[in-house]
């Protein structure tokens, strides 16, 4: 089955400064990719997806970057602010001929950015 | 805009009883989700439901395990018999139709096993 490994696992940036985290899978078949933010006491919400037939996106400060060649994805954010600090996931649509769209996720990156 | 909403936020069931975690989708969702999130740790896929059955579940997901939609709005998770382990945050996510679309997620329930 499908494996996704996320690194970092904390990240600590100036605020005004770009955070990059990076994730991996295994699944070639694999073709959707979402970022999820989870606020303390809250559930996951979705920043920005990616499908496979595209090879980066972006929202504002937000952009999503995907190599399928290399099986990995990265999530860039720009001019960090404070109310950006969360954990973040990655995620993987895994992926067979059965599948009703289940995710796999990384065990998520702790990003602090301090003022 | 349109969320998934679940209830209760916090249960605390004793070992060895019945739970059950309620959710209701956002309306015009067809696909249902169950997730898991033991503390500290990442976000697990419990089961998946379309058209009043399930479609898939993990490992986890054994015959202690049961989702129901009891009505037109509410998804339902039973736990018959729980277990210390079981002690997690449980997310109910939701998607319009395709397998592609985004899965919105519930801000969770905690489930705490004394």
């Known amino acids: 089955g499908e494996n996704v490994e996320q690194h970092p696992s904390t990240l600590s940036v100036q605020e005004g400064d770009s955070a990059v985290i990076k994730c991996t899978y295994s699944?070639?078949?694999?073709?959707?990719f979402p970022w999820y933010k989870q606020e303390l006491g809250k559930g996951p919400q979705l920043i920005i997806d990616i499908r496979s037939n595209v090879g980066e996106k972006k929202d504002q400060r937000i952009a999503v970057t995907l190599n399928k060649t290399a099986k990995h994805f990265s999530l860039h954010i720009t001019e960090t602010q404070p109310e950006d600090s969360a954990v973040y996931f990655c995620?993987?649509?895994?992926?067979?001929?059965?599948?009703?769209?289940?995710?796999?996720f990384g065990k998520g990156t702790k990003l602090s950015v301090k003022p | 805009e349109p969320e998934v909403t679940q209830t209760p936020s916090h249960q605390v069931t004793q070992m060895g009883q019945e739970v059950i975690l309620r959710c209701v989708p956002i309306?015009?969702?067809?696909?249902f989700y169950w997730y898991r999130q033991i503390l500290g740790q990442k976000v697990e896929f419990l089961v998946s439901?379309?058209?009043?059955?399930?479609?898939?579940k993990s490992e986890i997901f054994d015959d202690q395990f049961s989702v129901e939609r009891p009505d037109g709005s509410n998804f339902t998770l039973k736990i018959r018999s729980t277990k210390l382990e079981d002690s997690a945050m449980y997310f109910c996510a939701s998607t319009p139709g395709l397998t592609s679309q985004p899965q919105h997620f519930g801000d969770g329930t905690r489930l705490s096993i004394l």
């Open positions: 995620a993987a649509r895994g992926f067979d001929g059965g599948s009703q769209g289940n995710l796999i």
């Open positions: 439901f379309y058209n009043n059955e399930i479609s898939e």
């Open positions: 309306s015009n969702h067809l696909y």
């Open positions: 699944d070639s078949a694999s073709n959707y």
